[in-house]
């Protein structure tokens, strides 16, 4: 079955500064990559999407590239602002049907 | 906009107790999922059902069952609940394979 690999579990960043996450996942089947975010407290949130189709996607600060052959996704954040400290979670739709998730990157934006 | 409630936000119950979790969704979405989440290991789901009296084990059964009798409820029974089923509970809905929207979790503690 899809197993998801996310990295790193931690990261802290200057505000201002750009965000990176990075997912691999294990099943070439696989189509559809949500990205989502939870506040502090807070229930998950999708933030954006990719599907296997397209290379990247773009909404204002927010990026998503995935590359199939090399089977990873990451997460790109610019100009980062305080209100982007969440853990961030990628998942991967596997063949059978079900969201596999990764770990969750705790993303600090240092003031 | 959609709306997933969850029963409790809060519980606590004793070892060896029979416990539900009762999950409601407003938007006719046929799938239905449980996850508990706890930290440092994501989101792994228990359960999830894609029609009414359907059900499907997902990563994590065990000490677990659930019921969908109705198309916009969906229950996690936990049949004699123990101390490491001390957790976040998290259901989701979804329609089709797209978003899924989170409940606000139920933080169980079982002493």
């Known amino acids: 079955g899809e197993n998801v690999e996310q990295h790193p579990s931690t990261l802290s960043v200057q505000e201002g500064d750009s965000a990176v996450i990075k997912c691999t996942y294990s099943d070439s089947a696989s189509n559809y990559f949500p990205w989502y975010k939870q506040e502090l407290g807070k229930r998950p949130q999708l933030i954006i999407d990719?599907?296997?189709n397209v290379g990247e996607k773009k909404d204002q600060r927010i990026a998503v590239t995935l590359n199939k052959t090399a089977k990873h996704f990451s997460l790109h954040i610019t100009e980062t602002q305080p209100e982007d400290s969440a853990v961030y979670f990628c998942a991967a739709w596997d063949s059978n049907y079900q969201l596999i998730w990764g770990a969750g990157t705790k993303l600090i934006i240092k003031p | 906009d959609v709306k997933v409630t969850q029963s409790s936000r809060y519980l606590v119950k004793r070892t060896g107790e029979k416990v539900f979790l009762e999950c409601v969704q407003d938007?006719?979405?046929?799938?239905m999922f449980w996850y508990r989440q706890d930290p440092g290991l994501g989101l792994r789901l228990i359960y999830f059902s894609y029609d009414v009296k359907m059900k499907e084990k997902g990563d994590i059964p065990e000490g677990y069952s659930v019921s969908r009798e109705k198309k916009e409820r969906f229950s996690l029974i936990l049949e004699s609940a123990s101390t490491n089923q001390t957790s976040m509970y998290l259901c989701?809905?979804?329609?089709?394979?797209?978003?899924?929207?989170f409940g606000p979790g139920t933080r169980l503690t079982v002493t």
């Open positions: 938007m006719d979405h046929e799938n």
């Open positions: 989701a809905s979804s329609k089709g394979k797209l978003e899924q929207y």
């Open positions: 990719i599907r296997s």
